[in-house]
């Protein structure tokens, strides 16, 4: 058993690492800390965890975090920057699910993130936590910056084709769809049921803060890494809970490579992908609460667009399962363990 | 590890059948059946089970299922009149799910169900799987007559007040609301998302199948058992996946009971049913995808009328939760094992 | 064409009364204020409204106020209060869509909204504008307390019944389920989307402070009006934007009456209220952005217990609506101008 | 007032066609067809019509038919084929919201259809209707074939665009998404509320049936007309009733052009085309129950590919709204009348 503290536990993140952790068979939760609610019980907030959790709220403290193996930060980006560096120094290990540390250029999450970046020194010991790439470097890794839930989802569709060089790498274009909870748990008039539900909108089509993180790790993924790398993204917002669902579009420079046998040796033996069979196609639900991602490759009329489509939960495999993978790398957990649970459908 | 069979395993009530033996630690599912899609791999129909499960549908067989310990019902009324009594020959025990065993009168069960009576003979053995009532009697049974979904939610609410006649028990209401998953997986015109979303409405208003089932079941739960038992319970279809709410009404014939403490001691020790402390009162979305029940009280106004609500998953401890949770019992595992999850909040 | 005035047009009723008001062919909206939205154009917070409504939020204020033949107050409780007199005194025309005006018990009113009730004198001269009771009254008013949407619902569905002193109107329980809109457009994260979706609740459980406006209404129906009411009220927070659908209960004292025709006859020459045929029960949907209610009753199997079920849209015939339908009245147009058009369906 | 008639009265675009015909001012509804429901009254399926509509569904019939002024067909395609014959030559204006019409390529057709073309004769005197393209041959049109829902949102979004040769037109890609409505209302477990609710996907992604009329329909539009069209469509299916979001991509061939001004003087004299302010993007709600179309451009990080976002309702300017509209046209009625309602928002 390890022990583990969760800093920012009252939004959608911090609830669903509880969610996970809490089954989990090898793991004690034992800080939780949120500023808001210090000296609330969780399970008064997330009423699902009422006679599974003890935890009380506390005010975030380095000395009571240090005492635990793992801390995840579940928190806005800016307090991990505060709160790690005493951490690390500690040698505790760090898993950070906020943007923190995804971006290795400072000044450029400095211009997306709009304020000075609180923790240059620790970026080149940060590594992205994207498993299915970074595997061995997250098994000796202090200090995880866990990806965001759009890049998993986008990166996860177009590694393939990146890492072989197959398509026009500067006119790639992800249409991309997200349930509200990736909003997080928020008092906006934007994200009420009312205004939410039986719509659907474009947001942040000029830009959004995802968008340098996934050009970054597309363009290292790229086995000529010199091909610059260009991604049109567009979010839109679903009314739905849980899910993301991205479209991928890209134009193929090869026309004879045999996509399917392509992702299906790719992920062949990734515990965390599944790569559909040619002509289906995967919906957000047959992911709801589980780790798992699921793919599919098409080319309409057999022209030279290729089409990738692939969904995650993006509070899970797009966020707190992904922090609880990186974690059994880590601790050298089987990388399934407290993640084998079915998708809930419907 | 128990070996188990699935009859009628492509409905909503089998996919979660199959959710939970297949997380189930001491339980191998070694037949499923389904005539409709005989041949046809599980996983091919619920793409969450991808990676999960290689079972293929087979067409139901009492021989194959014989070669179980426990064969579950997860099939329209009528059916497990059928083929029970073969399995029960050969000493095989059976959790019906469906409403074939529920109602010990054949008669009033004919009336409701207006089709013969399959099974008259084993009306005897059937032991109604509510463990909340019936633990001892579940030890010991080779049929379980698993309990409706409203009916669950109806009866948890209303015994503390029934067994401790506290209640005019022939003025009992019970306003009622499911999810559409309690509807089944029918390609009906009635039940498609464009008819059922934005929108709220009764139904079987003037008489739905569970009430005799309610009605026979709170009779029996009387410490006066001669007292009749008349309720009025009224459905509604909810706009929602999973989950059952129950809103129950009833004169109190005596205002000095502590409402708060007999239902917390009367549930103080059951695994599946959470009373909320006073003053809170519980959501569907509380008990998504587990097991739990949820329960509150309260006499609005101080006045003679108690309410209380009810909440449970109905695909759950409304149908295949419910199941799995007999089984243990049955079987002497802890009447927890693979039922630990939480419930899936948001 | 007469000239209108909303006082408080951001939230939910406001914007439903632009919709219908815009529509109007005898209206002309001259004034609409916002304090908080003060110098921005209506239709770029509604888009909705682009292209047809070319009015400014302004700050509210008696003299550009008094320029309108009809003032409609779209505003939270309290607000009323302190606008009110100054209008009423310049001769002008109010309908409050508001609770100000509503419980004719100033202290009563205090008890429930926790604040000194701020217009007393006025009082008297107010009265509660539901046209099915008081339509001879409100063509004559000055002063229009708008019922509020369950309200409207419950005294539907009840009217018949206590007008002709049929039950037993101190055990009458009204199971009641709103749309999301009803709790108006307020950044609280009770209200959002990955909160609401997908779940169900009920709430105010305890005391909701619609209970007294029903309870004194209902008094004052009965045919004897010493008889005492008394309400079980239990409102539910339904997942759909739109619509309340009221579930009644109440014990009949006369078995012989015939209900059916009771409910056709006293509402034969009502134009927004509809009683289905026998057997069938009305969908929120049925009524979704029209003025209509429609009721069904039935006697679930010939016991005395009489269940009445009611549907209304709560922006419309729970409020806006219902404010244009008194507006008609008092301006002597036809009681259905602008608001003739057919609910939305699907 | 003119005479028209429905046949296909059964499904979303019938019922949608009612809501908009019966409150028009010009229009009586004398003939409406099912061969399903036969003898049925029309409110006794659509309860929203109780009270506003005495019609009862016939068998088409082509005298009866023949006896309106105008006919529309909202039934699925092939119908089309085999009744507007003896209906066209009797001189009767016909507007088909099927696809019988719209590809003017038979062979075409026939392809994706998956059957003879049934009345290639009428093909060359088949207006597509869309007003802010066609409008002057509609007014002298006797025969309008509607355009289906994505090509009117997709068409409308790239005019602009294609009509001055500004993009690569071998390179566009439409990444839609559709309410569920647009599935019609048939009885597939596919369409369940079960099954779609709180879900997303992608389907038909290998070839829908709009592409063909898409790409005619594009080719037409540009300056240079020998350019070759290409378009990469893929369809999703959102968890909503109505509505459709098209999110459009193109690679600019002159960056120096000024997008916004280019679509606001495209649409400055449609009342059915909104352009929204730089900025700003449109919601699916924001045109509900409207004959609206809203637009928005964008370039995002000044690269060159275009993005352009387009939304509609599926069941009003993407079929019976759009066929009023042309009704209004070849009639020479206001081409608004009955068709100037608000949007419904909430």
Redesign the interface.
Known sequence: MISVGVVGGTG?TG?ELL?LL??HPRVSVDVITSRTEEGVAVADI???????CDLIFSAPDVDNLAACDIVFFATPHGVAHQLVPALYDKGIKVIDLSADFRIKDATLWEHWYGQPHGCESLLPEAVYGLPEVNREAIKEAQLIACPGCYPTAIQLGLLPLLENDLVDSD?L?A?A?S???G?G?????D?????????????A???HRH?PEIEQELQAAQKNSKKSV?L???P?L??????I?V?L?A?LEDLSVDLQALYEKRYASEPFV?V?PQ????????????N?S?L?V?R??G?N?V?V?S?IDN?TKGASGQAVQNMNIMCGFSEQEGL???????
Chains 1, 2, 3, 4 share one sequence.
């Open positions: 959608y609830i969610r809490l089954n997330y009423h699902n965890l009422r006679g599974h006119n274009i249409s769809a349930g509200i909870s909003a748990r928020q008092a906006k008039v994200l009420l049921h009312a205004e939410i539900s039986d719509s659907f909108k474009a947001y089509v000029e830009g968008l260009k049109t993204f567009v839109h679903l009314p739905i809970i849980r899910g669902h479209t579009y134009n599944d559909m002509g289906f196609f995967p919906q957000t639900r047959s992911v709801r609460s589980s798992m699921r599919a098409a309409p009329q022209r667009t089409v489509t969904v509070l084998d649970h079915l998708a809930l459908l419907p």
